[in-house]
């Protein structure tokens, strides 16, 4: 079974910024694909971001280019959601999930995801 641990979330104004960890702490397996997603209430899920583990591939979702930014730490299983210049629209839970294999989008459909933590960004 593929653990995945949050971290990170929290509340913050408009144009603030966050970080997010994610690691597999019990799951060393290196051919994997991490990424994010999140679903605001009354919302659908939409896939934020995932990482190829060990090589430099990233996805990002339209509406976060240019703010947020995905990345590892192989060594430590470990991605990271750094978001900058938050907005009220990015007010959701944020849940970190992961894929056997190469990374496909939308990472909403991975099979292995975390119990989420919550981002609000208040204006």
């Known amino acids: 079974q593929l653990q995945l641990v949050e971290s990170g979330g929290g509340s913050v104004q408009a144009g603030g910024s966050l970080r997010l960890s994610c690691s597999t702490p019990?799951?060393?397996?290196?051919?994997?694909?991490m990424g994010w997603f999140r679903q605001a209430p009354g919302k659908e899920r939409e896939g934020v971001a995932y990482?190829?583990?060990?090589?430099?591939?990233?996805h990002l979702a339209d509406s976060v280019k240019g703010r947020f930014t995905i990345s590892q730490d192989n060594a430590q299983n470990t991605v990271y959601l750094q978001m900058n210049s938050l907005t009220p629209e990015d007010t959701a839970m944020y849940y970190c999930?992961?894929?056997?294999?190469?990374?496909?989008?939308?990472?909403?459909?991975?099979?292995?995801r975390g119990r989420g933590t919550q981002v609000t960004v208040s204006s």
């Open positions: 999930a992961a894929v056997l294999g190469a990374c496909s989008w939308p990472p909403t459909n991975y099979p292995f």
């Open positions: 019990t799951f060393t397996y290196s051919q994997k694909c």
């Open positions: 990482t190829q583990l060990g090589l430099n591939i990233t």
